[in-house]
């Protein structure tokens, strides 16, 4: 035994891959130490594990389980035997201590990564709300689910997903409440993932959705006050290593309209929110689509001063308004994606350039009519409304189509166009759950709860999800 | 299922790039603003006038201000034909653009027109092709219909807004009754009774309404009800009749009082009485007085010979113009003939209305009540 | 896997179904047939197929998870029940195809004046093809999600045509002497009630689905309170005249009403077209469904998604076979004598069958 240890331990200091073996003697017995200085907190090492070692002082023989029990002052230790697991331990982030005579050896977690402090959500930004995010480690975010929910029947999952990468994946729920067939489809699901490396939790939800469906099935969310609420609803999240944003399943449409904050605030504010935000979903996606339909299809829709008016602001315009309207949308979107990634110093500047300059240069140069720009630039900010953003990033790419729908065919395209997109979304689901579930099939309370999103009236949990514990109280 | 999804993808594809076969945009089009219908001056046929919207600044002058929505001016066109289908093709012939006519405000017939051939061919137009609203209104004008499109008005931007806001307004303060297309239809296809049309003109430079034009049951011109009549007409034609008249105070005779008389409820009741169609008119009115001319004190034993007064003189105008209407049109113009044939559906079959009109019997009953006196304390005690 | 739907999304299919295109040309059958007295005509109607609701769903329920072609298998035998559900196939797929081509028909002289008929027939069946193939499910949500809006905007142009109705024109309300008329047009309104027989492929679960026939009977009367308010609304606007002289009377009295108020919605025949289209589309989804769950009935061993494209692809052809309106109209009064059939004759047969053999058991 002692020589495959030492054995194995030359082995994994010719690789290259950053090794370091520390020899070390106490009361005349050889003690090793193994570790890669990258990923361990060194500082730990050598005041719980070396100083503690050397500084022994007793007389009696040193076995690995009297280091383990009495010597060592690191908190999580470990006995194995197999030598061939050292690898995995070491790139883990855990140290070795082998001994030549002993037949077991100890491992000692010392992992210290570089992460950073708990900061404010970036994307779900709100007014009143809890400002403590996810941030890249999973034990932070865990720490932050297990603060809130105190309740013991809080289990936490952990699993390894990734061939390369091993990353750390833990499956967060409560147990009398959750139900169990969706826990066990998304559990089956995580177990037949094999790939080489899970970087960020969007691969975790690809591989958790169905193949070709637009609408986002899976919802994700930075926030950790959301997730802990979600918990309680009975839903199950997925909280991936070295991704801040975790996931939640099962997850409705009207769950993407709805941001955290709704039901920490007043109960009138909340109805109007919700509705102002599914009105500017719509208008997001058909205002610049029914622009397309008044103008070119069927202006008798409109009064006829307004006919006269729109007709004169597009008497120097030299496209045509399906083109108009599809090259607007296009510059918006480059707007949209060049903003992202301007650094700092210029961004604001630049910001003002495009909007501004852009938007007004174009209506005197006679490119587009003004009419034009305001509707692209109200679509847009409209889309900024909605809370979730994996919504909003379909709806960018929807609206093309129901321009295009709308240019061919008048306002008979445009209700086409509209309802294929709601055949798609009826007809999606997420874990078995229908995607449009409280209103088809409906269930009035659950609106009412959904509008509402009053703690004091709502007794009960959503009911499509068929929860063990149906109450609240 | 790979090939299905691809042949899909080129015919969806093909569809959006040679499709389109609707495709108009607004401004390439020729917005027609009113359109007005006449005879031909030289000869047979049709003439058709009204006004084009003119878009935007013309390119080259204000360069800071191309593309603001500013309210447009217009220009006149004129078209000659044999008939309307000739005629339009001859107008088709001089326009640039398509022709777009869902923005149209009012069809004005002109006194001619209206007289001879007479207006239910063009009705019948309207209503049935594609492209146009049956909800215009139709108005009669006592000029030729070039001459009103042509000329120049200080109050508006164009003859057709000016038309359709004149007739709007009046009709929201009880004066007129305009009738759409769709309603004149209505009435054109219950033979044997004739209908009232707003007759207008031009008058010191703006539009203004003369009065109604009476139509025959066949939509042509009979005569015209003049000014100082309509607002009895209105009282068994419209629903918010409203009548301002300075009366003669009966207590004081030099002093007139001005009152404002408003229609309550209208009932029409027909009978048949010995083989004689007799109709029993039951206005309740309501009145207020608006102002005196005079400073003079009254007391409440005025108010009674006042309504007496205001009931007599409206019974007094209302059977005149029903005895015009016997007399000299020869035609039911207010609608009596939908009341006797939902009250005797049977008798209604086998008379000629038209024939039996002028032998009817009519009765009025007027019923007012002085409701206020605005807010003056002309009452003392 | 037999898929069930709740009893709200049943009875918001059957509204798409029956009102889809019965009310186009309702007015005008009820005043050529029966005059200003036809709401007595339509209460009659009403009553008969609240009756009529109430047959169909007890055999329905009584046959619990099975659809049509099974249990007349039980009841009758194989060679009889496959002349009946292939009876109930030739139907829905005639009715589905002449009424998406009188559709576009209209669509074609009100709206679009320049496309081709083909073009907005493809669109429409290729967006129904792809509806079907997510089967019954999602098709009971999308009627409960658009009959919604459908009543919500049934109810708006209602309360818009009221503001401009004259009540002269809906009077004579009765006249005795014409009730022998109004007895004798019942026979000419049965069109906009048939779509019942929509239910004999949806199965029924006894859990989930209680109460359904109550749930069905009072949908059915509620269809009959829309339509006479609707043939009111209609007929106090334009009066008698009008409305047998024209096509299409609500597309053409919506066109030809102005309601000044309303600034942006005056053009009220558009907002009339988006209810219109949205309810025959759910309508004719439901009944493509139903032609493809019958033919696999039938046939089980050729698979779903090609008979859906064989079906699609038949009734697409059918539509574009009649050569002019007129043709069309004729073919769909000859369809509805046929859907007198399996509407009314068909159901009642089976279900005086179902209470015989129930007798015999006990």
């Not at chain 1, 007043?266 to 979903?281: D, E, G, M």
């Not at chain 2, 359709?164 to 303060?173: A, F, M």
């Not at chain 3, 898929?3 to 999304?9: C, D, E, P, V």
């Not at chain 3, 009111?232 to 609500?250: C, P, R, Y």
Request: net charge positive; with cysteine; charged share 20%.
């Amino acid at each position: 035994m002692k020589n495959n240890f030492i054995k194995k331990m030359n082995e994994l200091n010719k690789k290259n891959i950053g090794v370091y073996v520390r020899k070390l003697l106490a009361l005349d017995k050889e003690v090793y130490l193994l570790y890669i200085p990258l990923i361990v907190d060194r500082k730990s090492i050598s005041e719980n594990i070396i100083k503690p070692i050397l500084e022994y002082p007793e007389n009696s023989r040193l076995t690995m389980k009297k280091l383990a029990e009495a010597v060592i002052f690191a908190d999580e230790v470990e006995f194995d035997s197999d030598e061939e697991k050292f690898e995995g331990y070491l790139l883990e982030g855990k140290t070795i201590i082998l001994s030549p005579n002993e037949g077991d050896y100890l491992v000692v977690d010392v992992l210290k990564r570089e992460k950073r402090n708990v900061e404010s959500p970036e994307v779900e930004t709100g007014i009143k709300s809890p400002r403590d995010a996810f941030t890249e480690s999973i034990e932070t975010n865990l720490s932050l689910i297990r603060y809130r929910i105190k309740d013991p029947a809080l289990r936490i999952e952990s699993m390894s997903i990734g061939r390369r990468t091993k990353t750390k994946v833990a499956v967060v729920y409560i147990k009398d409440i959750v139900n169990t067939d969706y826990l066990n489809q998304i559990k089956d699901q995580l177990n037949r993932i094999e790939i080489d490396g899970i970087l960020e939790s969007g691969y975790i939800e690809k591989y958790l959705s169905d193949k070709k469906k637009i609408f986002p099935q899976i919802g994700t969310s930075e926030r950790s006050d959301s997730v802990a609420g979600k918990l309680l609803d009975g839903k199950v999240a997925i909280i991936v290593d070295g991704s801040n944003f975790a996931l939640i399943a099962p997850r409705t449409f009207l769950e993407f309209l709805d941001s955290g904050d709704d039901h920490y605030g007043n109960t009138y504010i909340s109805v109007f929110v919700s509705i102002l935000r599914f009105i500017a979903l719509l208008l997001t996606l058909t205002l610049s689509a029914l622009y397309v339909t008044v103008v070119a299809y069927h202006p008798d829709i409109l009064p006829s001063q307004y006919i006269l008016s729109l007709a004169n602001s597009r008497v120097a315009v030299p496209v045509n308004a399906v083109l108009e309207a599809l090259l607007m949308e296009f510059v918006v979107e480059l707007l949209r994606e060049s903003n992202t990634r301007l650094p700092r110093q210029i961004g604001p500047s630049i910001g003002i350039v495009g909007t501004i300059v852009i938007g007004q240069a174009a209506v005197s140069a006679g490119l587009v009519s003004p009419l034009m720009v305001i509707i692209v630039s109200l679509s847009s900010m409209a889309s900024f409304a909605l809370p979730d953003y994996s919504l909003v990033n379909i709806t960018r790419l929807l609206k093309f189509f129901m321009i295009l729908c709308a240019g061919v065919f008048g306002l008979f395209g445009f209700i086409m166009g509209y309802t294929f997109l709601v055949v798609v979304l009826v007809s999606t689901y997420s874990v078995g759950i229908p995607y449009t579930a409280p209103l088809a099939p409906f269930s009035l309370k659950d609106i009412k709860d959904f509008l509402l999103a009053d703690i004091v009236t709502n007794k009960d949990r959503p009911s499509y999800i068929d929860a063990k514990d149906k109450t609240k109280r | 299922m790979k090939k299905y999804r691809l042949f899909f993808i080129i015919l969806i594809i093909s569809l959006i790039l040679t499709g389109c076969w609707d495709y108009n945009d607004i401004n390439k089009r020729n917005i027609t603003l009113s359109v007005g219908v006449d005879n031909a001056h030289n000869g047979k046929g049709v003439e058709f006038s009204g006004e084009n919207a003119r878009l935007g600044p013309s390119k080259g002058h204000d360069g800071g201000q191309i593309g603001s929505a500013s309210i447009s001016s217009s220009f006149t066109f004129v078209s000659n034909g044999k008939d309307f289908e000739e005629a339009r093709a001859n107008y088709n012939k001089n326009i640039p653009l398509n022709d777009f006519s869902g923005a149209t405000r009012a069809v004005v017939f002109s006194k001619e027109y209206a007289k001879n051939p007479g207006i239910d061919s063009y009705i019948n137009r309207v209503i049935n092709l594609f492209g146009y609203r049956s909800a215009l209104l139709i108005a009669v004008s006592d000029i030729p219909t070039n001459e009103l499109f042509n000329a120049k008005i200080k109050n508006d931007i164009s003859i057709g807004h000016a038309v359709e806001d004149t007739l709007r307004h009046l009709s929201e303060e009880g004066d007129l009754v305009y009738k759409t297309i769709y309603e004149a239809n209505s009435d054109i296809l219950l033979e044997d009774v004739g209908y009232l049309i707003p007759y207008i003109g031009i008058r010191d430079s703006s539009i203004s309404v003369l009065g109604y034009a009476v139509m025959s049951n066949d939509s042509r011109l009979i005569d015209i009800i003049k000014l100082n009549e309509m607002s009895t007409a209105n009282l068994l034609l419209s629903k918010n009749a409203v009548q301002r008249k300075s009366y003669k105070c009966p207590a004081h005779p030099m002093q007139d009082i001005s009152v404002k008389t408003s229609l309550k409820r209208r009932k029409i009741k027909t009978s048949i009485v010995n083989d004689s169609i007799n109709i029993n008119i039951d206005l309740n009115l309501k009145s207020e007085i608006q102002y005196p001319y005079h400073y003079l004190s009254h007391n409440k034993n005025d108010i009674e010979p006042l309504e007496k007064s205001i009931e007599d003189k409206i019974q007094e105008d209302v059977l005149n113009i029903i005895k015009k209407s016997q007399e000299e049109f020869k035609i039911d113009c207010f609608d009596f003939a939908r009341y006797f044939r939902v009250q005797n559906p049977e008798v209604y079959k086998k008379i000629s209305w038209k024939e039996e009109y002028p032998n009817i019997k009519f009765t009025v009953k007027v019923k007012t009540k002085l409701v206020n006196t605005n807010l003056l304390e002309i009452y003392q005690e | 896997m037999k898929q069930y739907l709740t009893n709200r999304q049943i009875t918001l299919l059957l509204f798409a179904v029956m009102v889809g295109y019965g009310i186009v040309n309702l007015p005008k059958n009820i005043v050529e047939s029966s005059g200003t007295g036809g709401w007595i005509t339509l209460i009659i109607n009403t009553l008969f197929f609240m009756f009529m609701a109430y047959v169909i769903t007890y055999i329905q329920f009584n046959n619990e998870n099975k659809i049509l072609y099974e249990y007349t298998r039980e009841l009758y035998g194989k060679y009889i029940s496959t002349i009946i559900t292939t009876l109930y196939i030739l139907y829905f797929m005639l009715i589905a195809s002449l009424i998406l081509r009188m559709y576009s028909e209209v669509l074609k002289l009100i709206f679009l004046n320049n496309t081709p008929i083909w073009a907005t027939l493809l669109v429409f069946y290729f967006v129904a093809m792809f509806a079907v193939s997510k089967k019954l499910h999602a098709i009971g949500r999308l009627a409960e999600i658009y009959s919604l809006f459908v009543i919500a905007g049934y109810l708006f142009i209602i309360c818009i045509m009221f503001t401009k109705a004259k009540l002269i024109n809906i009077q004579p309300f009765f006249e005795s002497s014409q009730v022998s008329k109004y007895l004798k047009s019942t026979l000419n309104l049965i069109f906009p009630y048939l779509g019942m027989e929509v239910i004999f492929f949806i199965p029924l679960n006894k859990n989930n689905n209680r109460n359904i026939s109550k749930n069905v009977i009072f949908t059915i009367l509620c269809i009959g309170v829309l339509y006479i308010i609707i043939f009111e609304s209609v007929l106090s606007i334009g009066g008698i005249e009008n409305i047998t002289n024209q096509k299409a009377i609500i597309f053409e009295t919506l066109r030809g009403l102005d309601v000044y108020k309303l600034e942006a919605l005056r053009r009220l025949d558009g907002l009339y077209l988006i209810f219109s289209t949205m309810n025959l589309f759910t309508s004719s989804c439901v009944f493509l469904y139903g032609t493809t769950t019958l033919i696999n009935e039938i046939l089980p061993k050729i698979k779903t998604k090609c008979i859906l494209l064989v079906v699609t692809i038949v009734e697409y052809i059918i539509s574009l076979l009649p050569r002019s309106v007129m043709e069309t109209e004729s073919a769909i009064k000859k369809t509805s004598k046929l859907g007198m059939i399996c509407g009314i004759v068909i159901p009642i047969i089976m279900f005086i069958t179902m209470k015989v053999k129930k007798n015999e058991k006990v």
